[in-house]
C-alpha cells in the first residue's frame, strides 16, 4: 500500500471497532502494506491498540515465564499447565509469538508440535515473523495460509465479534470459502482462534513442497490423530482453493485414494500446475495417514 490514505485509527476496545465508510481493519500490515490500496479504501483501524493477550491456556495450575516475545501482550507471564478448555491464541498473536509459545508448551501438549513446521511454510524474515499474525493470515485466506491449515487441522473454532455486539464461532476450516475470500460479513472482527484439548493432545504430522526450496507453498499437508480416536484429521491447503479435510481410518490408503478422487477444483497459479500439485497432494497425505496410523 502506497498509505494514501486519511488515517489510521487506533482501536482501544471494542466501540472503536464499528468500521466508518471507508476504513478497514489493519493488523500487522505486512500484506494490507504490500499491495496497492484497495478500491475505496480510504482509513485503517489498528487492531494491535486492543492489548489482547496473544496466546491463553485457561484452567492451569500455575503460571511460568515464557521466552521473551513480541506484540501485543508481551512480558506478560506466560500461563501454562494442564488446559481444561484448550488454548486461545488471540487473532493479533504474531507468528513468532505463536511459533515461540508453542515450542515452550509443546513438550505438556503434543499438538503444538504441528506449530513450527506451519510457520516454516511461510519463509518469514525476522522482521516479517514480528509484524504478521495469526488472525491476518486466516482472514487473507490465501490457499498458501500456513496459520489455516495449522488451526483447522488442530480442528479450531473462530470467534468472530459482530458488528451488533454479539459473538459468532464458525470451525476455521469452514470459514475460508475460497482463495481471498472467507465467511466474514462486513464489520465482523476475527477476536480469537480456539484450539480444543483433544488438538492439543493430538500426534501430528506434516509434509510441505514447493517448486523451489525456499518459495511458496505448491502443497501442504498437514494431519492430527486425537489420542483418543482411531481416525486421522488430514487437511490439504496451498493445492486447493479452500481447506479440504478428510477423516481417514488410521491405516485405510483405500478410504484416502476415495476422498482424493472426488477432488476436481485442484489450485492452479503460478507456483504449482494443478495436476501436478493432484499427484503430489496424493504422496504427500498417504505419507502423513502413513506416519499417523
Ligand atoms: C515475506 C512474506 C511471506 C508471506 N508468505 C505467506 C504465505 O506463505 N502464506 C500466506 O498465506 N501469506 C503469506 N504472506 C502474506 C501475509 O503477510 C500473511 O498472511 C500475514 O499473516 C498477514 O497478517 P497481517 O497481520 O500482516 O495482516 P494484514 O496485512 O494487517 O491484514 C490482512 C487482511 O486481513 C484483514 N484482517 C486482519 N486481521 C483481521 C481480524 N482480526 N479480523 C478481520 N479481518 C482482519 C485485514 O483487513 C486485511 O484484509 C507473506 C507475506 C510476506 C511479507
Known sequence: MDLDIDGVRIARDRADLALRP?????????????????????????????GWEPWVLPGSAGVVAGPEVAGPGAGRPEVAGPASTGLEVAATCTIATLRDRAAAAAG??????????????????????????????????????????????????????????GTRAEPVADL????????????????????????????????KLGLTALGRSAVLVTGAAPATVDTA????????PRPLVMH??????????????????????????????????????????????
Request: hydrophobic share 45%; charged share 20%; glycine share 10%.
Open 176 to 207: 475460508i470459502t475460497g482463495p481471498g475470500s472467507t465467511t466474514l460479513a462486513g464489520g465482523e472482527v476475527l477476536r480469537a482462534l480456539r484450539v480444543p484439548r483433544a488438538g492439543l493432545e493430538a500426534r501430528t504430522a506434516s509434509r
Open 22 to 50: 471507508g476504513e478497514r481493519l489493519l493488523a500487522g500490515g505486512t500484506f494490507l502494506y504490500s499491495e496497492p490500496v484497495p478500491a475505496g479504501v480510504t482509513a485503517l483501524v489498528d487492531l494491535l491498540g486492543l
Open 108 to 165: 505438556q501438549y503434543p499438538g503444538l508440535r504441528l506449530v513450527a513446521p506451519c510457520v516454516s511454510a511461510f519463509q518469514l524474515s525476522f522482521k516479517v515473523a514480528h509484524t504478521a499474525t495469526v488472525g491476518g493470515n486466516v482472514c487473507l485466506a490465501l490457499p498458501a495460509g500456513p496459520m489455516t491449515a495449522l488451526l483447522a487441522t488442530l480442528d479450531a473454532t473462530a470467534e468472530i465479534w459482530t458488528p451488533d455486539g
Open 248 to 293: 481417514v481410518p488410521a491405516g485405510d490408503h483405500g478410504a484416502l485414494d476415495d476422498a482424493l478422487d472426488r477432488v476436481t477444483d485442484w489450485y492452479d497459479d503460478p507456483h504449482g500446475a494443478p495436476d501436478w500439485r493432484a499427484a503430489m497432494t496424493r504422496r504427500l497425505t498417504h505419507e502423513v495417514l502413513e506416519e499417523l496410523s
Open 233 to 240: 484429521r488430514i487437511v490439504v491447503t496451498a493445492s486447493v
